[in-house]
């Protein structure tokens, strides 16, 4: 027997030795879920929606940039809730990846910021106040010139007001009463001369007054009417007698008010009373 021959013989158990031990088989483990990161689904959406907004606004005419600027963060703030959301719902390994949750929310405040940009320059540009109070007075002599040709009775003191204007710029009152509802906003304050011995006398002037301002070129949002009584109080008190006066205001706001019957006026005027007490000389 060669000696190859010998190291091919199987190796037996000595005598008194233990037996070698059985070897197992390896057992399996279960392949680990991957883990799922809640934020980068949302993440993806946006850059894919910030990626659109470029190619709609070098692409198509007419596309409102300041509109999907302002919805821009609520549909980033649906997307990341409904896949939170969905998650949770879901047995599995997860966690929030925070980095991606992150970048969503500085897009999101950039949109925000970009979105009310253009409002602050507005507010902010001597142009755009230019206009307003160019419009303003436009407005105020328009109702001004109404009373005196359909209201000639009714004694007006002063009639001030503001307009304001948001959204595309109007250089008329024709093009700012074209704009659309809530783009535009004026206010009127109406000072009556009186006198008014009564609160429905006080109110039947201001129903006149209304429905000439409903037909002007930009209808008004919110009137208010005031009769002041205390200049002929004050001038009384020189002649040592007992005045009563009563003050009289009344104000409309929106549509609903302003289209209020002169008795639903009547009774939502607010009187303040006044009672000048009597010069009493002093005594020595």
Known sequence: MTMTEQNKTPLTAQPGSAPAPEQKPAEKRPAEKPLRRVGSLTLGACLIAAGVFFLLYFFVPGFDVQLTLKIAPAVALVL?????????ARPGRWKYDFVSVLVCLVLMAGCFCMAMLP??????SG???????????????ELYTACKRDAQDIAIRDISGRLYLSGPKAETLQQAAALPAGDTCLT????????????AAFARDCYTL?????????????LHFTW???SPAESSLNTGSLLYTEDYSLDLSGAV???????????????EYLLDAENIPDED
Request: proline fraction near 4%; charged fraction near 25%; hydrophobic fraction near 40%.
């Open 119 to 124: 409002m602050l320059w507005d507010e902010l």
């Open 228 to 230: 002041d009584a205390r």
């Open 257 to 271: 008010q302003l289209d209020w019957t002169e008795q639903q006026m009547k009774q939502q005027t607010e009187t």
């Open 80 to 88: 990341l809730g409904c896949e939170v959301l969905f998650f949770a």
């Open 210 to 222: 209304t429905a000439l301002a409903k037909q002007c070129t930009v209808p008004p949002e919110k």
């Open 188 to 199: 009127l304050t109406v000072e009556l001369f009186g006198p008014y011995d009564s609160a």
């Open 127 to 141: 142009e755009n106040q230019q206009t307003m109070n160019r419009l303003s007075a436009q407005a105020i002599d």
